[in-house]
């Protein structure tokens, strides 16, 4: 049993930083991967980035690659989402979820563990 707890959102402006944390309970942390996905108003819930059990291996979507870093620090069951050049389309519900496999996955129908999300904000 995993449970995780986001923290980070907020109001940023457009060209602006945030980091997300990802936060986890449980002894076995180190054996998930760790994704990240976020679901704006009226929209489906989407991919953003993943981080495999190790940090040794990461993916994102395109929407994302160059702009936003995903890391994982294990001794504190943490995992990051540095988020830089925010645009106002990168507004939404921001999800940190866990899923056991040693690879970085995209399909959140895999991910068996999910926090309760923490709203990003980007004004123009």
């Known amino acids: 049993q995993v449970q995780l707890v986001e923290s980070g959102g907020g109001l940023v402006q457009a060209g602006g930083s945030l980091r997300l944390s990802c936060t986890a309970s449980?002894?076995?942390?180190?054996?998930?991967?760790i994704g990240w996905f976020r679901q704006a108003p009226g929209k489906e819930n989407w991919f953003v980035a993943a981080?495999?059990?190790?940090?040794?291996?990461?993916d994102y979507a395109d929407s994302v690659k160059g702009r936003f870093i995903i890391s994982r620090d294990n001794a504190k069951n943490t995992v990051y989402l540095q988020m830089n050049s925010l645009k106002p389309e990168d507004t939404a519900l921001y999800y940190c979820?866990?899923?056991?496999?040693?690879?970085?996955?995209?399909?959140?129908?895999?991910?068996?563990?999910w926090g309760q999300g923490t709203q990003v904000t980007v004004s123009s």
């Open positions: 979820a866990a899923r056991p496999g040693r690879g970085t996955y995209k399909n959140r129908s895999g991910y068996d563990y």
């Open positions: 449980g002894r076995t942390f180190s054996s998930y991967t």
């Open positions: 981080i495999s059990w190790l940090g040794s291996s990461t």
